[in-house]
């Protein structure tokens, strides 16, 4: 079946630390997007790559960063200059004319 | 730039009640609109989407919306809401063609026996 993983489902991160985020996807998408997700803010998008290769900022990118060397992959560190990192992210991808967007479960990020 | 206003953070309704949950945006350009589901820790599933046509657009699980282009609204709307229907709600909107998408804060309907 055709879709988006990311993993882990849930992550620990010491203060100070570095931590990467996978998502991977077999639905031949072009482009692919990182959202954080906080209790009553709604999603908002960190980083997206429309193309292998390319990436543009979102809203919030300061304290990630993101490559695209392939294009079923698109993995998000979050650095240590993130002050607030413990968040829901989503990533997801979506067709050439933008039509849908498909998430994937999501990955849980604690800061302790 | 295009927004999106969800203008009730929750909506508790009764079993098999009718529930409609507000959605209103802005934007100076033709628009595609979504609606999301999302149950607790978990990714987000597509619940109905207008791209062009009729206005009324019909989704799964019973679900339905209008896209009034006078009002900017895509309103969601369910004729009987069962307590599997609890979960958050999130409406959005793209310019399509790789344009990001801009999504609302969300509404969690509370569905109670």
Redesign the interface.
Known sequence: DGGITQSPKYLFRKEGQNVTLSCEQNLNHDAMYWYRQDPGQGLRLIYYSQIVNDFQKGDIAEGYSVSREKKESFPLTVTSAQKNPTAFYLCASTTVAGQQAFFGQGTRLTVV | AQSVTQLD?QVPVFEEAPVELRCNYSSSVSV?L?W?VQYP??????LL?Y?SGSTLVKGINGFEAEFNKSQTSFHLRKPSVHISDTAEY?C?V????????V????TRLLVSP
């Open positions: 953070s595609y979504f999301y820790n978990q990714g987000l599933q597509l989407k791209l999130f959005a793209s310019r399509g063609g790789f344009q990001k998408l999504f609302g804060t969300g």
